[in-house]
């Protein structure tokens, strides 16, 4: 967790770089043709130090205030120094004032644009400005000044050739970063790379604010100075070796875990249905009936539910289709309560015997309706609501839960006990004794009429209910990805200027192999896939190691032992003049840098630049290049437990256990078993009627029609009960519950790649194409989520990336030739498109114009770009527009304009308040939060910014500082340290 002092950390760095002075080492550098125009590029390195160089195209010397430091001329003489218009060159000169960079300038903030973030689009569309090195710096033109005296020589041979080697390979590293470049576009940038002045480099990128992770990116390179080699051989050679280890923290993404618990309420509902009459006795004399069991018999039954408080109506059964056929039709009368039996029901020889002491000609006759199931065994239960039912006594009942999630229905298979029929009312004589007892026996203790009872209804299964599903989060954990790698780079290269033509020949070879791995400290867990895959992108690095490009190795070992042997560099013998190969190297750094800017490699393992032919006017390289690329991706798995399954309860429950019978047989009337109206389990509510009717058909075709209507029950006081009616219900309820395991990965998985580069210049014109293939050892894994739901990832993928630029710039001279002002006019084409391309790694064709136009007290930039970008979230269409301006007195400002499905803003303005510090505010409508990778919500936020820079400090940072609308604190600190 962020120590809730971590925000103070912006304020005791500000005030330890004005307490404690960055001490500048002393520099020697060699003299530089002080006659020649002011160079292309106005603007100095005065700018973050990711974005610290200079203008490759730029056609002169930019000369520092300080003035330039020449080497003697004896010492010229003697080989000391050479031709100052090859690879060595003077460090550039610091200016006051600086603006906000128009495009991305380094492979890494390249990189950024291809993983696709929100809050990093206006980069995505910046990056398609002219020149990639235009610092966007306004002031004042630098003012050449005359040489200062000689720098002091030792006496030691050994050491006057060291101090050529440093100075001669750190101002060409100065001067033409991508040549000397030993970055590999990942741990810092080409830019500020100084060998043999300092050693270690360090980038950082902190952030405080919520929800967001600190660190982004903690990396360093140790470049030792006994590494860094340069040499003028023979035969117009320039070679050079630099080399050094590498290695960082960068932030991968984020994984949130959520576990919900899952419940599923099940119901099954039963209904229990019998209805009986009293035949009279008369029956077989009066319909002249012979025998009773010939008759086939027909049950309808209706019932009539209303919402609670609502009296149900009449329930009317038609029967008009069954009976129109019938060869008679009679109508029994409905059953009368003053209707009185034969024999007594309340009697111990009448009812408590089952009428055994009856004549049987004598005896009741019953009409049952229904047949009957056997639910006997939850006889033991107390049936009300609440009840738990085991799974051995379900079963005994006949009762299975089904499983819906895998479509299988609940079973209900209790026996048949009895059929519907006209029952004679003696033991012996009706087939369901329990039935019998339930109708005719008084005498029963309620244990018995209990279970009696479960044995004289037609209960019915109704089938399982739609299951109702719940789901309640009950945990959320979130932890972060880091990828840690180490590598060794070794750059080698070597320039050949041709003697008779005016050409020069470029060989190089980069290697940087090394191992990654990916790891969650939070968790202390690995992810082997990912760390597999970087690795191999970082490991195919080796391939470049044993190499031997032209002789290279030979010529690098050629100029050690020449070092050895306390020689000096060798003259330049071409026709070429100082201005024209002044000119190719500016036009070999170009092109260098437009590979690197056209490349899709997030972090470079190794190259080869193929002999590449360069004039003053043209230039052209082929690469073939091994690193890993940056994919952001969103995987998302579902771990789903197993159901475990719940108790079975009675959630409902409406018996007539206690009302259902007896039919009283008695002379004299008796009263009704009471009942509670209020008893809704035990009553038929208010709110429903039910309706039976009953058909008998002889097998002559005679038809007997009985009918009863529940309403009876309360219209017509009964003293002798010769019929009843039971219409019940219960409902079982389980509630099974799982738990289920979301896990969401949002983030950026470094796939191995190999990727071929073309790339050229033509006077003002430069273009590149890149193309690449990828490889995904396993496409649905990173950290630990396996993506199931998320955005499908291929494993396989290839990707071309085009751009075409050019640069028309006018110089405004005096009468005496001074330039007063520059004015750049720099269209921008840009296209990338990759097979598998989402949302988050989308293609897009994007174009744009930057107009700037720099004096000696003020200057200022306009670009206007068009981006398509279908899958963007901002819109398929989106204009940018960005301003700056900038004063001589150190005030700059800077504001841009996003217009899309939403329109985002923001402004800054710095006001330079020592020679390397410069305080400013900023505003802006969006605020960017990390949850995994860059994204961005419209929330207003404002704050500070303070800016330490580049180049003769060995620090520079930009620390924000700021509020957003919703309270919560927004700081980060960005920048880089070398010594």
Do not use: C
């Amino acid at each position: 967790m962020l120590s809730k002092r971590a925000w103070l950390f912006p304020f005791f760095f500000l005030w330890y770089l004005l307490l404690n002075p960055f001490k500048v080492k002393a520099q020697e550098v060699i003299e530089v043709d002080l006659s020649l125009p002011v160079l292309e590029q106005i603007v100095n390195t005065d700018t973050d130090i990711s974005q610290n160089t200079s203008n490759p195209k730029l056609d002169s010397q930019v000369i520092s205030e300080s003035g330039v430091k020449p080497f003697p001329s004896n010492e010229r003489e003697k080989g000391f120094a050479f031709d100052s218009t090859d690879l060595e060159y003077q460090v550039p000169s610091e200016s006051n004032n600086t603006l906000k960079d128009l495009i991305p300038k380094t492979p890494e903030q390249i990189d950024a644009v291809q993983k696709f973030n929100n809050s990093q689009i206006f980069n995505l569309i910046q990056n398609i400005q002219l020149n990639p090195f235009y610092q966007g710096t306004i002031g004042p033109l630098p003012q050449p000044v005359q040489p200062q005296s000689k720098p002091q020589v030792s006496d030691n041979i050994q050491d006057q050739i060291n101090q050529l080697i440093t100075n001669a390979i750190s101002n060409t590293a100065v001067r033409y970063p991508w040549i000397i470049n030993s970055s590999d576009s990942l741990s810092f940038s080409p830019q500020i790379f100084k060998p043999r002045f300092d050693e270690l480099y360090h980038s950082f990128d902190l952030q405080w604010s919520k929800e967001n992770p600190v660190i982004n990116k903690i990396s360093f390179g140790v470049f030792p100075y006994t590494d860094q080699f340069y040499w003028v051989l023979d035969e117009n050679r320039i070679i050079g070796e630099v080399g050094g280890l590498q290695g960082g923290l960068i932030y991968q993404g984020r994984e949130t875990q959520v576990e919900f618990s899952q419940t599923m309420r099940l119901q099954q509902s039963f209904n229990g249905l019998q209805a009986v009459w009293v035949i009279p006795n008369d029956f077989q004399r009066l319909f002249r009936v012979e025998d009773l069991s010939n008759f086939q018999v027909i049950t309808i039954s209706g019932q009539l539910i209303n919402p609670e408080g609502v009296p149900a109506g009449t329930v009317n059964i038609d029967s008009s289709s069954i009976t129109q056929s019938a060869n008679n039709l009679i109508v029994l009368p409905t059953p009368q309560n003053f209707q009185l039996g034969t024999g007594s029901t309340f009697s111990p020889s009448g009812g408590g015997a089952l009428f055994s002491n009856l004549e049987v000609q004598n005896a009741p006759l019953i009409l049952q309706a229904f047949p009957t199931t056997d639910l006997q065994a939850l006889a033991g239960l107390d049936l009300q609501q609440g009840t738990v039912i085991s799974k051995e006594i379900l079963a005994q009942a006949g009762i299975s839960w089904g499983n819906p999630a895998m479509g299988q229905p609940s079973i209900f298979n209790a026996p048949i006990t009895s059929t519907p029929g006209i029952k004679i009312a003696q033991e012996g004589k009706f087939e369901n004794k329990d039935l019998l007892n339930i109708l005719v026996n008084p005498f029963l203790t309620g244990e018995q009429r209990d279970r009696y009872y479960l044995n004289s209804l037609l209960w019915l299964g109704l089938g399982t209910r739609t299951p109702e599903l719940n789901l309640v989060e009950i945990n959320r954990s979130k932890f972060d990805w880091y990828r840690f790698y180490f590598s060794a780079a070794q750059n080698r290269f070597m320039i050949r200027y041709d003697p008779e033509k005016i050409e020069a020949t470029y060989f190089n070879l980069y290697s940087n192999p090394g191992v990654s791995f990916t790891l969650a400290p939070e968790k202390s867990d690995i992810d082997e896939i990912q760390s597999v895959n970087s690795t191999i992108g970082m490991m195919m690095g080796y391939v470049f190691a044993a190499f031997n490009v032209k002789n290279l190795d030979q010529s690098i070992e050629e100029a050690y032992k020449a070092k050895e042997n306390n020689q000096f560099f060798n003259s330049l013998e071409t026709k070429a003049t100082s201005e024209q190969r002044r000119q190719m190297n500016q036009r070999l750094n170009l092109n260098l840098a437009y590979s690197n800017i056209g490349s899709n490699l997030n972090q470079v393992s190794g190259f080869i630049t193929f002999p590449s032919y360069i004039t003053p006017t043209k230039s052209s390289l082929f690469q073939i290049k091994t690193g890993n690329i940056r994919r952001a991706v969103q995987f998302i798995d579902s771990i789903v437990g197993n159901w475990n399954e719940g108790e079975t309860v009675i959630s409902e429950a409406r018996f007539s256990n206690r009302d259902f019978g007896p039919l009283t047989f008695m002379g004299t009337q008796l009263p009704v078993v009471p009942s509670n109206i209020n008893d809704r389990q035990q009553t038929q509510p208010i709110n429903e009627s039910s309706a039976t009717q009953v058909i008998l058909v002889s097998p002559e075709g005679d038809q007997f029609i009985q009918q009863f209507d529940s309403n009876l029950f309360t219209s017509v006081p009964i003293g002798v009960k010769i019929f009843d009616l039971a219409f019940d219900r219960f409902v079982l309820e389980r509630i099974d519950q799982r738990t289920i395991t979301n896990k969401f990965f949002n983030g950026y998985i470094s796939l191995p790649t190999v990727e071929l580069v073309y790339a050229g210049t033509s006077n003002d014109f430069s273009y590149s194409i890149n193309t690449g293939l990828w490889f995904n050892i396993d496409h649905n894994k990173a950290g630990t989520v396996t993506n199931s739901l998320g955005i499908f990832e291929p494993s396989v993928g290839v990707y071309i990336n085009a751009l075409l630029t050019a640069n028309k710039r006018r110089l405004d001279l005096d009468e005496n030739g001074q330039v007063l002002a520059v004015t750049t006019h720099s269209p921008f084409l840009r296209f990338n498109w990759n097979s598998a391309n989402n949302s988050n790694n989308p293609w897009q064709i994007s174009l744009s114009h930057t107009i700037s136009r720099q004096t000696r007290k003020y200057g200022y930039s306009f670009t206007g770009s068009l981006g398509i970008i279908p899958q963007y979230s901002n819109g398929p269409v989106i204009g940018l527009i960005n301003g700056n301006i900038g004063f001589n007195f150190g005030l700059s400002a800077n504001g841009n304009i996003e217009l899309g499905d939403q329109i985002y803003y923001g402004f800054t303005a710095m006001q330079q308040v020592l020679p390397r510090l410069s305080l400013g505010l900023y505003i802006k409508n969006s605020t960017e939060i990390n949850e995994g990778f860059n994204s961005r919500i419209l929330e207003l936020n404002y704050g500070i910014l303070i800016e330490h820079k580049f180049p003769d400090s060995p620090i520079s940072l930009t620390a924000q500082i700021g509020i957003g609308e919703s309270g919560n604190f927004i700081g980060s600190v960005k920048g880089d340290i070398r010594w």
